[in-house]
């Protein structure tokens, strides 16, 4: 977990002096999993920790919580607690985070094309 931390420090810092776009776009959702929380969220709206589990199988419970806590971090997903004891929250898309929908489309037109 520190060494992800590290490497997503290093990556966030060069991203920061990066000034292409794109590089700056992937090192906020260009890591393993990070698309595919957000296709969860764009198709099946608001989702809790563990409906993400079930969705991405494979995914360690560590890796979600980093890939979330950056989304966050940057403003593209919110999470929300809901009274419940204990307390539980949901994830879900910001308007910034909206605007990614284009791209995910895009990504998914390409794919049916070319993947199969």
Not at 44 to 65: A, C, H, M, W, Y
Not at 71 to 76: A, F, M, S, T
Not at 85 to 107: D, M
């Amino acid at each position: 977990m520190a060494r992800q931390a590290a490497a997503r420090k290093e990556l966030g810092a060069y991203a920061a002096q990066e000034r292409c776009p794109v590089a700056r776009t992937l090192a906020i959702i260009g890591e393993r999993w990070t698309i595919l929380i957000l296709r969860d969220l764009m198709l099946k709206g608001p989702r809790k920790f563990q409906d993400f589990e079930q969705s991405l199988v494979g995914i360690s419970p560590n890796t979600l919580s980093a890939r979330l806590k950056l989304l966050e971090d940057n403003g593209i997903v919110e999470r929300q607690f809901y009274a419940e004891h204990p307390p539980r929250a949901e994830y879900l898309l910001t308007e910034k985070g909206a605007e990614l929908r284009p791209s995910l489309q895009a990504l998914r037109d390409w794919g049916r094309k070319h993947t199969g």
